[in-house]
């Protein structure tokens, strides 16, 4: 079986001399810095997309793990799979440390080795704090207080006190939600 790469249909090459798949190869090879040992992660020295090396082949994008994975193993990618690093390197190319897998085992893989950030509340640099949502949602949970008049008192906006005692944002914080059905518009 072919890597798929090499069967990509060519688009416009955007003004650049099109491009033989032996000669991305060597361009591939170009950019890593293998480790001295065979296991260390490889390196790469070109240009990059949210921390992934790519390659630009006829005019497309080629992710430089993918391309390490096809040119070692002689097999393509298969429709609905992604490369994954089992070195938690983004950068690395070394095919000793990529293989493919579905994005939701990527996921769950990432979870696990607590790579995940998933900042919350006061995390997000928030004019607020979890006490001032307590004590925004006690306020309106007393009826005496309009979102209007929540939010001018809170420094948000009136949608925004009415995600915030429904329960739509801030869902860590504590204090008494309000039924969204309930909660006046």
Not at 7 to 24: C, I, Q
Not at 33 to 52: A, E, L, M, T
Not at 156 to 172: C, D, E, L, Q
Request: hydrophobic share 30%.
């Amino acid at each position: 079986m072919q890597p798929l790469i090499k069967d990509w249909p060519v688009s416009k090459a955007y003004g650049f001399r099109l491009m033989t798949y032996g000669e991305l190869v060597r361009e591939f090879f170009h950019y890593i810095i293998q480790g001295k040992n065979p296991n260390d992660c490889w390196s790469w020295r070109s240009h990059r997309v949210h921390g992934y090396p790519v390659l630009r082949f006829n005019g497309r994008l080629v992710k430089g793990s993918r391309l390490s994975w096809e040119v070692h193993s002689g097999l393509p990618l298969k429709d609905g799979y992604i490369m994954c690093h089992n070195c938690n390197n983004p950068e690395c190319c070394n095919p000793r440390h990529v293989e493919p897998d579905t994005h939701q085992r990527n996921m769950d893989y990432m979870n696990e080795c607590g790579r995940s950030v998933h900042p919350k509340g006061e995390e997000l640099a928030s004019k607020l704090t979890e006490a001032g949502v307590v004590q925004m949602r006690l306020d309106y949970a007393t009826g005496h207080y309009s979102l209007r008049t929540l939010g001018q008192k809170y420094g948000v906006s009136k949608t925004h006190a009415r995600y915030i005692v429904s329960g739509r944002k801030w869902k860590s914080a504590n204090g008494p939600i309000t039924n969204p059905q309930q909660v006046e518009q």
